[in-house]
């Protein structure tokens, strides 16, 4: 089955009328409009459109059609509502439309799909897209409610606008400075440019946006220098750069990832050459002069990502434990030595760090020097999507105990959100001194568009399809769009507790990467990129779960057993 996802802009695009609606046979052609503006547009006022159709062999052009409601009123109008999203649909078009802002495009779904490659891989990218297109029309069918759709379609739109600036004002360079209008380079790349465009790529794919798309694939091709020659840090470079380009590699076929994702890693591989295995943080891509970052140390439990006396599952250590769970789940569930260390790993957090405050909240503490630091770091509340994940693999009869964890912390970061005046959560929260998942210290207020509570929200959305989920994700999607949505972008903030803000003047590339990305599988259908066939990297770049069968019966497994995923 072939799809595509199609966007037009109105003013920019052919009218209405003129839109190619042809299909061939055997495909699904299916129209979603929806319109964003303050109302719907003269253009589009009192014209019909197109009902979803199956072409069979003797129609290969579909006409069928019905009215289009107008019947829903914009974002900022719907402000108070209880629950996320415009009304359902009326039944007579069975098509959500969505009214906001000033800036109006519809939505086009019919038609192709190049399917890029690797067959073995279960959800390669024609199906992603395919499977979407077939609920969607499944969903239009049976009346379902399609509310959901505004919501990723806003933020659709959101990544549209982010994206537009920083090609306005920051092309090239690294990331955004919305406040100032213009780009700027950073000190974490090692003289690489282009992180937020390499960090968009895939989120710019699933999400249909395939000019823009089209534009970082060009850029990568003819622009990024992988000869640069500064000091770099091997995780973040790793992460973004690699994480992209791979993500990009598996969701499109395009070769041109591939090479530069190879020539990349062979700059990279001199920092693992070390005698425990554990690579060295800092790396010159010009010259490999090489710094260590990482110092292991027998400390508690035995666990060696153990900085001096401080323990923690927030910076520094966060991926760590991460990448145990998902090494495992990547390996489809082959991997013992990583699932073994991540439920001895769970053992030990949940023996030494999980807490639960006087007022009830479950959260994972620090450990410093043997004394409990009561604080909990934004960046830690990524653990309750990755215990969520971890849920089925553990001792027998531990799956509901490890869900029930996830949702408490989960819980626990929500009420971060949810006690600021902004409803955006601090960089870190504490426990102590009267403080209950607030930031008492001036320099732990700020937020800088991180994804880690959205991401929780969205595994938990999925494993548990609890409604809350998905209300929440619109709470935070309504706070962004409040607080830190600048004429030329999005910005960080500096005090959630500020009802008046001062911004940062950055939009982080891991806000394209990660939270929107995030915020968008919220709302989508759970066969956009299922959680059995990908699994997202700390940067949220999805990478497909290795079947090892499936590799084999396509001769794509060498005889060490190592796979080649050409
Ligand atoms: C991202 O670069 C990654 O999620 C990383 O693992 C942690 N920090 C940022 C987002 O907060």
Known sequence: MKSVVKLFKLGSSPPVDKVDMKCKQGENLLCVFLFFGPELPQEIQNKHISKPKRCSRSEQKAHHRSSVTDDHKSFMQHKNRPHPGPAAPSSRAQISIAVYRGWNFFLLIPCHVESPFIACLEAIPHQLLASREESLFQSLHSGADLSHLNLFVLCLQMMKFAWDNYKRYAWGKNELRPLTRNGHTGNMFGGLRGASIV?????????????????????????????????????????????????AYYLTGAEIFKQKVMELGEKLLPAFNTPTGIPRGVINLGRFILRRLYKPFDGLHGFPLVFSDHVSIGGLGDSFYEYLIKSYLMSEKTDQEAQKMYYRAMEAIETNLVQKSPGGLTYVAEWRGGILDHKMGHLACFSGGMIGIGADDGPAGQRQHYLDLAAEITHTCHESYSRSATKL?????????????????????????????????????RLTHNPKYREWGWEAVEALEKHCRVDAGFSGIRDVYASTVSHDNMQQSFFLSETLKYLYLLFSDDDLLPLEDWVFNTEAHPLPVIRKRCLQEHGTMQDDGQTNLE
């Open 425 to 461: 959560g601090p960089e870190a929260f504490r426990f102590d001194a009267g403080a209950e998942a607030t930031a008492n210290r001036l320099s732990d207020r700020y937020y800088i568009l991180r994804p880690e509570v959205i991401e929780s929200y969205m595994y938990m959305w």
């Open 199 to 247: 960090d968009s790529l895939d989120t710019l794919y699933i999400m249909g946006l395939m000019e823009e798309y089209e534009e970082a694939k060009e850029w990568i091709q003819n622009n990024l220098d992988l000869n640069s020659n500064g000091e770099a840090s091997l995780f973040e470079v790793n992460i973004r750069y690699v994480g992209g380009l791979l993500s």
